[in-house]
């Protein structure tokens, strides 16, 4: 029943942009913290951005910081990740994640972004 669907990944150049989507459905979407994690290949999972359930309050890696953004509609059950000025180092699976407090974590199931010229 609950779902979370990514979508929106791709191969782009070095400095391109993308976005990614992630509809979720199954569960009160307003009340749940939103993240967004990358794996690159051989890598552990990293988390890249959250957004909160409360005043949409935002936080990135370092190594993101001033590229990414994240955002959220709960009128669309929607968390978006837009990604601006793309690295090789970016590329990854992409992975939404809603989560409530430390009693529920949800998971989508990854959309591959390539950053390769």
């Known amino acids: 029943q609950v779902q979370l669907v990514e979508s929106g990944g791709g191969l782009v150049q070095p400095g391109g942009s993308l976005r990614l989507s992630c509809v979720a459905s199954?569960?009160?979407?307003?009340?749940?913290?939103l993240k967004w994690y990358r794996q690159a290949p051989g890598q552990g999972r990293e988390l890249v951005a959250v957004?909160?359930?409360?005043?949409?309050?935002?936080n990135y890696a370092d190594s993101v910081k001033g590229r990414f953004t994240i955002s959220r509609d709960n009128a669309k059950n929607m968390v978006y990740l837009q990604m601006d000025s793309l690295k090789p180092e970016d590329t990854a699976v992409y992975y939404c994640?809603?989560?409530?407090?430390?009693?529920?974590?949800?998971w989508g199931q990854g959309t591959q972004v390539t950053v390769s010229s």
């Open positions: 994640c809603a989560t409530y407090m430390s009693l529920n974590a949800y």
């Open positions: 199954g569960f009160t979407f307003s009340s749940y913290t």
């Open positions: 957004i909160t359930s409360v005043r949409d309050s935002t």
